[in-house]
């Protein structure tokens, strides 16, 4: 069964700094575009950095500048640096996917389960 397993979430002062990681493990074929996306309290899930399999990549106004979302080589790691955090960063941080199980399956959407970012002095 496949799953995606962030890491890296945690406290941190304003200004400071936080590397993600989502990994994906079980068997798969291939991934293809990866996100993170975070939800605040009381607010919507919102979508902050995509991937794609080519290496596209796309942002939400908010991080522009600040974060940058990769990947590794074997398509099997994403991560999302993120720098000069601001108290508007905290929230739950989830790593998206859209895999394909087998050479011949379609895409199947996948979420992780969410990692804690406190940004707070």
């Known amino acids: 069964q496949v799953q995606l397993v962030e890491s890296g979430g945690g406290l941190v002062q304003p200004g400071g700094s936080l590397k993600l990681s989502c990994t994906a493990s079980?068997?798969?074929?291939?991934?293809?575009?990866m996100a993170w996306y975070r939800q605040a309290p009381g607010k919507q899930r919102e979508l902050v950095a995509r991937?794609?399999?080519?290496?596209?990549?796309n942002y939400a106004e908010s991080v522009k500048g600040r974060f940058l979302i990769s990947r590794d080589n074997t398509r099997t790691t994403g991560f999302l640096q993120m720098n000069s955090l601001e108290p508007e960063d905290t929230a739950v941080y989830y790593c998206?996917?859209?895999?394909?199980?087998?050479?011949?399956?379609?895409?199947?959407?996948?979420w992780g389960q969410g990692t804690q970012v406190n940004v707070s002095s």
């Open positions: 991937i794609t399999a080519g290496g596209s990549t």
């Open positions: 998206n996917a859209d895999l394909q199980t087998t050479s011949l399956s379609t895409l199947i959407n996948y």
């Open positions: 079980g068997t798969f074929f291939r991934m293809y575009t």
